[in-house]
T-cell receptor, first 113, second 115 residues
Framework: GAGVSQTPSNKVTEKGKYVELRCDPISGHTALYWYRQSLGQGPEFLIYFQGTGAADDSGLPNDRFFAVRPEGSVSTLKIQRTERGDSAVYLC???????????FGSGTRLTVV | GESVGLHLPTLSVQEGDNSIINCAYSNSASDYFIWYKQESGKGPQFIIDIRSNMDKRQGQRVTVLLNKTVKHLSLQIAATQPGDSAVYFCAELNAGGTSYGKLTFGQGTILTVHP
C-alpha cells in the first residue's frame, strides 16, 4: 500500500480482556516497529522486527505484551489481560532499513475501561 | 527523552514569522536525528533529518541545526503558516549495538500559528 495501515483505528475494551492490534507496513519494508504514545508524551519504543524476527523487544513493558510478524510483512501486537494503564495510542512504523526512512501509521487508539 | 506529562512546551507565533523549536537529546552515541510533525489523530510525519557528521541541513522552509557539544537540536521554520500548527518532536537513533533501529523521542513542543 501507499502508507502504513493500522487497524482498528480505535478500540475500546474492558479491563482484563485480550486485544490484537494490526499493522500493515509499506510493501517491501523489512524493518517494522511498534511504539506506544500516551497523552501529551512522545512515542516510546516497544519492539523492532527485522523480517520475521524480533531484533529488539526491550521496550515491551511486561509479559502481557507480545508481537508477531510471521511472514515478514503484517505484524500483530497482542495484549493480554488489559489494564487501564494500557490505554494509549499504539503506533506502527516501517522502513527499508533500520538506519532511517521511517514511515508511521496513524495509530490505534486503545481505551481500556 | 524525558516526558513531562500533559505540560508540553508551547510556542505561539503569527503567520509569516519564523519559528524555532529546540530539543535536547540524551545519548552522545546517537548518530542520526529526525524531526517529526504530529497533527491530532495522526502518526508522526517526517520533516527533516541530520546525521551526526553535519551541523546544519536545510530543506524547504525548514533548517535543522545540530550542536553535538551540548547535545542540542533546533528546528527552524521560515515563514510559518497556519498549516504548520502541530506538535513537533525530535528523535534520535543509535545506529549501533542492540538498540539498532530504535528511535528515542524527545519532549514535544506544541506550535500554534495565528493567522
Amino acid at each position: 500500500g501507499a502508507g502504513v495501515s493500522q487497524t482498528p483505528s480505535n478500540k475500546v475494551t474492558e479491563k482484563g480482556k485480550y486485544v490484537e492490534l494490526r499493522c500493515d507496513p509499506i510493501s517491501g519494508h523489512t524493518a517494522l516497529y511498534w511504539y506506544r504514545q500516551s497523552l501529551g508524551q512522545g512515542p516510546e519504543f516497544l519492539i523492532y522486527f527485522q523480517g520475521t524476527g524480533a531484533a529488539d523487544d526491550s521496550g515491551l513493558p511486561n509479559d502481557r505484551f507480545f508481537a508477531v510478524r510471521p511472514e515478514g510483512s503484517v505484524s500483530t501486537l497482542k495484549i493480554q489481560r488489559t489494564e487501564r494503564g494500557d490505554s494509549a495510542v499504539y503506533l506502527c512504523a516501517s522502513s527499508l532499513h533500520p538506519s532511517g526512512g521511517y514511515t508511521f501509521g496513524s495509530g490505534t487508539r486503545l481505551t481500556v475501561v | 527523552g524525558e516526558s513531562v506529562g500533559l505540560h508540553l512546551p508551547t510556542l505561539s507565533v503569527q503567520e509569516g514569522d519564523n519559528s524555532i523549536i529546540n530539543c535536547a537529546y540524551s545519548n552522545s552515541a546517537s548518530d542520526y536525528f529526525i524531526w517529526y510533525k504530529q497533527e491530532s489523530g495522526k502518526g508522526p510525519q517526517f520533516i527533516i533529518d541530520i546525521r551526526s557528521n553535519m551541523d546544519k541541513r536545510q530543506g524547504q522552509r525548514v533548517t535543522v541545526l545540530l550542536n553535538k557539544t551540548v547535545k542540542h537540536l533546533s528546528l527552524q521554520i521560515a515563514a510559518t503558516q497556519p498549516g504548520d500548527s502541530a506538535v513537533y518532536f525530535c528523535a534520535e537513533l543509535n545506529a549501533g549495538g542492540t538498540s539498532y533501529g530504535k528511535l528515542t523521542f524527545g519532549q514535544g513542543t506544541i506550535l500554534t500559528v495565528h493567522p
